[in-house]
């Protein structure tokens, strides 16, 4: 690791080290696409590149190639429209690794440029754990000056290398003007665009390595969160790049991929999320993955407290990193309940406890609209933000308050309150434990409005007690662990009438002797569709059937499978009349359901039945006029 910031060095000590799995790649493959890209951008004169990766480790390719090449970098959140605005004022072009929705502007595929500067003798890069665990060792024993297996060094074809040998490994040097542009979420207001420096970026990934021993762990980083935000560009790509971590190169962004490639390597570490850890599934094979977790880190968000001990009861090596993308890293926690700031880190605090923050990584001191409590000068608590404290009847109410209490209660997994766009008083937006459904199925919303309305009653005014309730299945964050003000708007605003059916994985029919009597029927692409769902808690239907034990009438499942016929364009015309039509078993909230739909279009017959698991929920026919 260099502590100037002239540059930054690689510590991949060999042509042949590992920067990366699935698939790998070695130092001279990641040399090699940061020469061709550096020169290719040099040519072009370029002065702005927009970047869009899913692999992390392209993305860090290009992250380097531009720099060194004195491209400033613009980092997307996303690929709205108002990004692809803010991208076009200032970008000469996209480098992506994936075809984008923008013609607009020149796209520079790295993906391929890779594809074409590897060697046609590499091997056949397979991501199986024997190969993922042979490549670790093989990185670790390398004899030094070791050939790769992948690529001649990158000036064997005419491109020179822009990087320097060093006794650990490669240095590239940078400009001092390097930087990256990164677009704020817009969450609470206006989206602001943050400008991170490298040296700022180099000072941040030095201290978390220092204080963390990262540059002694023999680790492979893999990560749930995007590297197009803050956090995951420190986690993802600065902080592995100068401690010599592998990358896993395409993000996990559900709890069991994550834990299908834990098991690949024999250490690793977690870049994660609150959303995603408070969603731990107990049927993952714990026993087997927690002595190959070295960190879990996770930042985004504050894990709810009963999370947070239940990981740690379990000896989870949990850090909790807060920050911001304005501030970068502020404080972590480990088993203590308070924050400590990181080395460097100054805090001051005003009149009402906001917080600002002064380091080596902030020009100047960074005001928040966090609220602390000081403890010493090494340690606080969060009270939470000063712009979620709103005045009702000329009380002063604070929603991270209201979202504490109620997290405090065994129904709730996860909430979020906001004023009701309904007028009056608060909104909440709750996602249920397992437990909170099994009372919703039993009992109805309305026995979990007031279990929990009780318990937050108990912690906080009555007015802030929220009046508008939703159960989504999940809370609709992004990247960052923030849910914008018009998610709000249309949770609370747009009636549920559907689930959101997608296409099975592999879009056959149902087991035809468990089907409708007839005979069943050949298939081809145009005649039939197998789709997923799973019910909404907040299903429209529900307000009539039943308040205490709450069920999907039939009419209801059956318009679902006229209206996905149609959708999927299977049938057209006019109904003419149901046949065969049975309901044999309840469709409740939060059921897992798969409706398969067969159309014949020499009877003009429609043939659905929908399933919850193995056990039939409903099927019958839908006959047609006989002309389209």
């Known amino acids: ?29 990641f040399e090699a696409i940061v020469n061709h890209l550096q020169q290719q951008l040099q040519t072009r004169g370029c002065t702005h590149a927009a970047l869009w990766f899913e692999d992390t480790a392209l993305f860090s390719c ?74 670790e060792r093989a990185d670790r024993k390398a004899p030094a000056g070791g050939q790769s297996d992948q690529l001649a060094p990158a000036a064997a074809d005419g491109v020179p290398s822009i990087f320097q040998e060093h006794a650990d490994g490669l240095f590239l040097p940078l400009p001092a003007n390097a930087s990256a542009l990164l677009r704020t979420s817009g969450s609470s207001g206006a989206p ?98 927690l002595p190959r977790l070295s960190r879990v880190v996770s930042a985004g968000g504050v894990l709810a407290e009963e999370t947070r001990k239940g990981l740690l009861q379990r000896h989870w090596p949990l850090h909790e990193i807060y920050g911001s993308t304005e501030t970068g890293v502020i404080a972590t926690r480990h088993r203590q309940s308070c924050w400590t700031p990181l080395p460097g880190v100054r805090l001051e605090t005003d009149s009402e406890n906001r917080l600002a923050v002064c380091s080596p990584w902030t020009d100047g001191t960074e005001q928040t609209a966090d609220v602390i409590s000081r403890h010493d000068e090494n340690s606080f608590t969060l ?43 608060l909104c909440a937006m709750v996602e249920l434990s397992a437990e909170g459904v099994a009372a919703f199925r039993q009992h109805g919303r309305r026995h979990v409005i007031q279990a929990v309305s009780a318990l937050v009653r108990e912690a906080v005014d009555p007015l802030a007690v929220p009046r508008h309730w939703r159960f989504p299945l999940a809370l609709p964050r992004n990247a960052q662990s923030k849910i914008t003000r018009a998610q709000v708007h249309d949770c609370f605003t747009q009636q549920v009438r559907s689930p959101r059916w997608e296409r099975c994985a592999a879009d056959t029919a149902a087991n035809p002797s468990e ?22 808690m907040d299903l429209v239907y529900f307000q009539g059937h039943f308040p205490s034990f ?79």
């Open 383 to 425: 009270l939470g933000r000063a712009d979620r404290i709103l005045k009702l009847e000329d009380k002063r109410i604070s929603l991270s308050r209201v979202e504490q209490a109620a997290l405090s209660h065994r129904y709730v997994s996860d909430i979020h309150c906001a004023p009701s766009p309904l007028a009056g008083r």
């Open 550 to 628: 709450p069920l999907v009438p039939g009419v209801v499942q059956l318009g679902w499978a006229l209206e996905q016929a149609r959708a999927h364009k299977l049938c057209s015309g006019q109904t003419h009349r149901i046949e065969n039509l049975k309901f044999q078993h309840f469709l409740r909230p939060a059921d897992p359901c798969t409706m398969t739909l067969k159309w014949d279009n020499d009877k003009r017959k429609l043939y659905f039945t929908v399933r919850t698991g193995a056990t039939m929920s409903a099927s019958g026919r839908i006959a047609f006029a006989d002309s389209a």
């Open 192 to 289: 602001r665009v943050i400008r991170k420096r490298f040296g700022q970026l180099h000072a941040e990934a030095l201290t978390l390595i220092h204080a963390w021993s990262l540059h002694a762990l023999p680790a492979t980083l893999i990560a749930s969160v995007s590297h197009q935000h803050m956090y995951g560009l420190t986690f993802r790509v600065m902080v592995p790049l100068h401690a010599g971590l592998v990358l896993d190169r395409m993000p996990s962004r559900y709890p069991e991929t994550l834990a299908e490639q834990t098991q690949m390597y024999e250490q690793c570490i977690w870049i994660t999320s609150p959303a995603l850890l408070q969603r731990l599934p107990d049927s993952l094979p714990w026993s087997a993955l």
């Open 62 to 135: 290009a992250l380097l190639g531009c720099w060194a090449a004195g491209v400033q970098v613009m980092l997307a959140p996303d690929l709205l429209g108002d990004t692809r605005a803010w991208v076009q004022a200032d970008a000469a072009l996209w480098i992506s690794d994936q075809t984008l929705p923008d013609p607009a502007m020149p796209l520079l595929r790295l993906d391929a440029m890779a594809q074409a500067l590897t060697s046609p003798l590499s091997e056949t890069q397979a991501d199986t754990q024997t190969h993922a665990r042979a490549m």
């Open 1 to 29: 690791m260099s502590e100037a910031t002239g540059g930054i060095l690689l510590p991949f000590p060999h042509a042949d080290s590992l920067v990366a799995t699935r698939p790998a790649m070695r130092r001279a493959q």
């Open 515 to 536: 089907g409708p009597s007839e005979s069943p029927l050949p298939t081809t692409p145009d005649s039939e569709c197998c789709l997923n769902a799973r019910i909404p």
